[in-house]
């Protein structure tokens, strides 16, 4: 059987806000506002972003989690 670990992200990462392709922030972003565009250019779902960007602070957090200091 194969152990695949569970990280957790903090609760108020701000998942949908931040383009998961240029880590630009969208401060202000209203909860009815499904797709929005970056300042970079790039055409977000909010769901999708939000998914992305979950995924990557998982990684984020889980490799800075196995670093010797």
Partial sequence: MLAIPLVEIGRFEPSSK?????????????????????NNGHKLD???NAAYN????????????NVSH
């Fill in 18 to 38: 931040v383009c998961s392709s240029c880590g630009n922030n969208k401060k202000g972003l209203n909860l009815s506002i499904r797709e929005w565009t970056c």
């Fill in 54 to 65: 979950i995924k990557n602070f998982g990684v984020r957090d889980n490799l800075y989690a």
């Fill in 46 to 48: 909010r769901d999708l």
